[in-house]
């Protein structure tokens, strides 16, 4: 007869979740949450938001200090060269059915990108940092190539005197966006280029871990982040308001929600208990964006929903809840939000594969095992 399941040894300690292990260090990104404060290599995000931009940020990021005027312009360029898709790619690209999620359609072109660079195979720190040029320019032709194939469009070429957020927007309209319009997207790209070690960023270190290349890292990320519990919950934040559809219906909405125990997009979060300093500093860009395009009504819709959600649960928005009105006025469908997500965060990924690779260990934690004990086979035909 089998014997007892055997008991985890004090030493395993299960933690669901990992909650509150220390499973990596960096100097990338603070994330306090007790005193809801993010920071970028000791930088607030609020000031990063307020007096720089995305490029800036992510040369930040990547070489742990603020570029002088020459390195910033060298990196600016370098990022543009980085941009064109080649046509072997874009064909590639027309094959993929038009009804695959964008994300998937990311995920597909990022490992495809592994595929076409003969020198993918090289770990090492500095083809790491060549191939996290290559995938920051391209993400955003990439994504808008598939959104314009999607709309029967021809895909774009980038302009390469329009800024990277700029020029994203270009991509998929066709049209130079307005200053308001850049600005919001900038400010965008600098709030979710990196977050600790977050889900998708830990995929990427664990990928990296086993010396796998740059490309297949951010590919495990990028899967990592279409979940809606991590990068796909900003298009169901926005899928909620326009289902709400006025405000006059929000409060009912949010009630009903959270009378049947379901999750109200957009608000809470793992590490912040306070509040989510990102949303903090994107509540008046989403302001002045939706009022300049007449959307004052999602405003008013968002502002009942956290009225309620504060009266409720106490429980304040995240980033998400904000962004996902300005990225809809800016033109991304709301099934495209996360692949804009992807555009920022891919930066913070590659400064912690960059970082992972520096001081390597196989990441490979423990697992309790909770099945049965001393099993035996039985034959097929003596089994009942």
């Known amino acids: 007869m089998p014997t007892a399941k055997k008991e985890p040894s004090s030493a395993s300690k299960l933690i669901k979740g990992l909650e509150g292990v220390v499973a990596a260090q960096t100097s990338l990104s603070d994330v306090d949450g007790e005193n809801g404060r993010l920071l970028y290599r000791g930088i607030p995000i609020g000031e990063l938001v307020d007096k720089s931009h995305f490029e800036e940020v992510t040369y930040h990021l990547w070489y742990a200090k603020l570029p002088n005027a020459a390195e910033l312009e060298t990196f600016k360029e370098t990022l543009k060269a980085q941009r064109p898709l080649s046509e072997r790619a874009l064909k590639i690209l027309r094959l993929i059915p038009t009804e695959t999620h964008p994300m998937s359609a990311l995920r597909t072109m990022c490992s495809l990108m592994g595929s076409l660079d003969p020198r993918a195979h090289i770990v090492n720190p500095e083809e790491s940092l060549r191939k996290a040029y290559h995938l920051t320019g391209i993400f955003p032709t990439i994504i808008a190539a598939f959104y314009r194939l999607r ?57 990296t871990g086993t010396l796998s290349n740059l490309y297949s890292a951010v590919t495990s990320a990028v899967g990592t982040l279409a979940g809606e519990l991590h990068g796909a919950a900003n298009q169901y934040a926005m899928e909620m308001i326009l289902e709400i559809g006025a405000p006059a219906n929000a409060t009912a909405y949010v009630n009903k929600l959270l009378d049947e125990k379901k999750k109200v997009m957009g608000f809470g979060h793992r590490i912040y208990k306070t509040r989510d300093p990102r949303a903090e500093a994107f509540r008046q860009i989403a302001n002045d964006l939706c009022v300049k395009a007449g959307k004052m009504d999602w405003l008013e819709i968002a502002a009942q929903v956290e009225k309620v959600m504060m009266e409720r649960k106490k429980i304040p928005c995240n980033v998400d ?10 033109g991304f469908p709301s099934d495209f939000f996360t692949t804009v997500f992807a555009a920022s965060r891919v930066a913070g990924w590659s400064g912690h594969i960059i970082e992972q690779q520096l001081d390597n260990r196989l990441i490979r934690p423990l697992a309790q095992y909770i099945g049965p004990q001393e099993q035996y086979y039985i034959p097929h035909e003596d089994r009942k």
């Open 321 to 330: 809840f904000f962004s996902a009105p300005v990225l809809y006025v800016l």
């Open 151 to 207: 709309e029967g469009k021809e895909p774009l070429q980038p302009d390469m005197s329009l800024s990277h957020a700029a020029n994203f927007l270009y991509m998929m309209s066709g049209k130079k966006p307005t200053p308001v319009m850049e600005k919001a997207l900038d400010a965008y790209l600098i709030l979710l280029a990196d977050h600790g070690l977050n889900a998708s960023t830990f995929a990427a270190r664990v990928t």
